[in-house]
């Protein structure tokens, strides 16, 4: 086999797909790179043994066709330091000695049979299929990858859920703490159905969707799902099991209301919580006709911190503590200038939401409150 290609458009390629690769793999063959080679399309393949990532790269002046696997690490740091230029591959098809041909010199190392890379299983024959904007499955695994759990216990949490219905989908996370709701009214589909994307897929969705700009299609089953771009393919095995039904813990009736810039809150809490014991990190919001006082205090070394803003509420006094942190992830992924928080009293889940939908979105974030020493 031989061919042409140029550095860059390789190595953004091989870039793309490499973050699915895992730093320790149960099948050697798994830290290399599959290629393809059929007419002058070379296809790359890289996989973890639970998600795999296909993309494909134009080449020119192609002899010869088939499978061959290149070690990521052999290939991917000289390819970093080359600039720009055609780089010629040549492969002996009896032991896969390849030479890579550039400008001022040539590399030369064994390659590794390509057969022995997994097959994909197909999708079984009652797959679903859904259609959406890349954008918008971006916006969705963006808005709620932070609030997936760690839970060895309880494997459906450390996902994201796909909620899907006739007129909308919804993606939900949670961590038994923090829950987000992102509510997509633009997405049909023809039956009800849902999955759960585990982490790792989803993190590498959030790095490759920023470069798509078109449609996307989601086919899955109950095992895997086959997520389809422009630019690439992802298959990934979904996390099986059912998740709990979020709507049940979304308080209803929330009598106080506060509205309150976003960014003014979001600077006062990040300065307060300095000041919080490192272990609970818990700042305390005292709310006030027109006014919140967020404060924060350690007793243990003697430094306390509070700040006023205004804001806009009429009700009774409350005083309600959260865990900074968390609140501070919640406002960072929200977009609108302002936000509402929904309370009840000091002991239930407090309601976050923009104060401003962005098109066809419904967002509502939920954070559960810590109990005040006072």
Excluded: W
């Amino acid at each position: 086999m031989r061919f042409d290609v140029s550095s860059t458009a390789l190595l953004s390629r091989l870039q793309s797909i490499s973050k699915v690769i895992a730093s320790k793999n149960s099948l050697p063959i798994l830290d290399s790179f599959l290629f393809n080679l059929e007419g002058n399309k070379l296809t790359i393949t890289a996989s973890d043994a639970e998600t795999r990532l296909v993309t494909s790269v134009d080449v020119m002046n192609a002899q010869g066709s088939g499978l061959f696997a290149v070690s990521a690490k052999i290939l991917l740091d000289p390819l970093k330091e080359l600039p720009e230029q055609p780089l010629t591959f040549d492969i002996n098809d009896d032991n896969l000695e390849i030479f890579i041909h550039f400008q001022n010199g040539k590399y030369n190392f064994i390659g590794q049979k390509g057969d022995t890379y997994p097959q994909q299983k197909p999708l079984n024959e009652n797959a679903i299929s859904i259609m959406m904007d890349a954008q918008m499955l971006l916006n969705g695994i963006s808005r709620s990858l932070f609030a997936t759990a760690d839970d060895e216990l309880r494997p459906v949490m450390n996902g994201i859920y796909f909620d899907i219905h006739t007129d909308d989908l919804t993606f939900v996370a949670s961590d038994g703490h923090k829950l987000v709701r992102l509510r997509n009214l633009s997405v049909k589909s023809p039956e009800r159905a849902s999955f759960i994307l585990p982490k790792k897929p989803a993190n590498l969705l959030k790095g490759l969707l920023s470069k798509e700009g078109e449609m996307v299609s989601i086919k899955f089953d109950d095992n895997n799902a086959y997520i389809n771009c422009a630019n690439f393919e992802m298959v990934c095995r979904l996390i099986e099991g059912r998740y709990p039904n979020y709507n049940s813990v979304i308080p209803q009736e929330n009598p106080f209301k506060v509205t309150i810039d976003r960014i003014s809150f979001l600077n006062a809490l990040k300065r307060v919580s300095v000041f919080s014991n490192p272990a609970s990190s818990l700042v305390k919001l005292q709310l006030k006709e027109n006014e919140m006082l967020v404060s924060a205090q350690d007793i243990d070394f003697s430094t306390s911190a509070e700040e006023k803003i205004v804001c806009s509420f009429d009700g009774t006094e409350l005083s309600i503590g959260f865990k900074a942190t968390y609140l501070i992830e919640i406002l960072s992924n929200i977009n609108s200038e302002e936000v509402i928080l929904e309370l009840a009293d000091p002991s239930r889940a407090g309601l976050i939401v923009p104060s401003e939908n962005e098109e066809n979105e419904d967002l509502l974030m939920l954070l559960m409150p810590m109990m005040l020493n006072d």
